[in-house]
């Protein structure tokens, strides 16, 4: 009768049948019986909407069956409308086109939401990099006053994205280092030395070794990047790229075993994402030549990090992560092999 009204029909004698046919290629509206051999109305109803491909189809139940009982069992499948035989075509075929052109609306809603997601998505993600690329310029300047490549805040970032990513195979970390944790971490890890900007360069690009008052004041840039980062997530309190890098500017330089500043925090009180940066930036810092120092290779950085020299001790790093620094220092000497000039 729908095949003569101009409905493309696909008639199935099983709900086997039915659901492999739905499967292969899916339909805009179903019309089920109940009574059926083999596998019933409900049944076909309930393997389909556990379907993803299936879900969305709607199911009009046409059963002989009148005890409230079952068509109350039919919605609870997921059906959406129950005609009764005996019927009239009028009435099947408006329930037909009722049901057709609200699973239409419904698609065309979909896709304009869609639309509209895309649309935000791509909105936000200028805003968002042109956001960075500001930040980044302002760090960037920050850095090169000590740093003439200028590249040390793209190498740690590098370093922070790998080691991250490795310990996200440890069980232990695995629950703590989702996806948004790690995108933070990559675009805030420049941000750790932003507090530079405060140092006098008599002090920053002194050539002799500090004096004990001027390594307290180098000490502040801690502080300083943290309290300026702090103002800016209280003005946009959902950046939380912004939160994270203000835990690092102020953290980066605490040491696991309670040694480091700018407050003495110990183990577990420190901040993981400072805990990774401070892997990172102690490795680049052995890696790189200074005007007090030269500038050692992988295997003795690592060697320094893991064993310690006097300056540098093992305890500085949480006993969890050194291990997983070790196992990747190979993709931290690729990064700084790359960028290094």
């Not at 709607?58 to 005996?86: C, N, Q, W």
């Not at 935000?120 to 003439?148: N, Y």
Request: one cysteine or more.
């Amino acid at each position: 009768m729908l095949g003569d009204r101009g409905y493309h029909v696909r008639p199935v004698p099983s709900g086997k049948l039915a659901l492999k046919a739905a499967a292969s290629e899916p339909p805009d509206l179903v019309l089920l019986d109940i009574s059926m051999p083999d596998m019933d109305g409900f049944e076909v109803c309930r393997q389909m909407k556990e379907d993803p491909r299936l879900r969305e189809v709607p199911v009009i139940f046409i059963s002989a069956l009148t005890e409230t009982e079952g068509k109350l069992k039919a919605f609870h499948r997921g059906g959406v409308d129950y005609i009764t035989k005996p019927f009239q075509i009028e009435e099947v075929e408006a329930r037909v086109e009722t049901h057709l052109a609200l699973r239409r609306s419904q698609a065309e809603l979909a896709r304009y939401n869609h639309y509209l997601e895309q649309l935000v998505e791509e909105k936000v993600r200028e805003i968002s990099e042109s956001q960075l690329a500001t930040i980044f310029a302002m760090v960037k300047l920050a850095e090169s006053r000590d740093d003439e490549t200028g590249t040390h805040i793209w190498r740690v970032r590098e370093y922070c994205l790998s080691l991250a990513n490795a310990m996200r195979d440890d069980p232990s970390f695995r629950d703590r280092l989702g996806d948004s944790f790690v995108r933070d971490l990559y675009n805030a890890a420049p941000l750790h030395d932003i507090g530079k900007v405060g140092i006098s360069d008599l002090i920053l690009l002194k050539p002799d070794r500090l004096t004990p008052e001027e390594y307290e004041i180098i000490k502040t840039h801690t502080t300083i990047g943290a309290r300026t980062l702090e103002e800016v997530r209280d003005r946009y309190p959902r950046n939380s790229f912004i939160a994270m890098g203000a835990e690092i500017a102020l953290s980066h330089h605490e040491h696991y075993d309670g040694t480091g500043y700018p407050r003495g925090l110990k183990g577990e009180e420190i901040p993981l994402a400072a805990q990774i940066m401070a892997v990172a930036d102690v490795y680049d810092a052995l890696r790189s030549p200074r005007r007090y120092k030269p500038a050692f290779d992988n295997a003795e950085s690592v060697r320094i990090m893991t064993e310690g020299d006097g300056r540098t001790s093992p305890k500085h790093f949480g006993p969890r992560i050194l291990p997983i620094f070790k196992r990747v220092a190979s993709e931290f000497d690729a990064v700084y092999t790359k960028l290094s000039g």
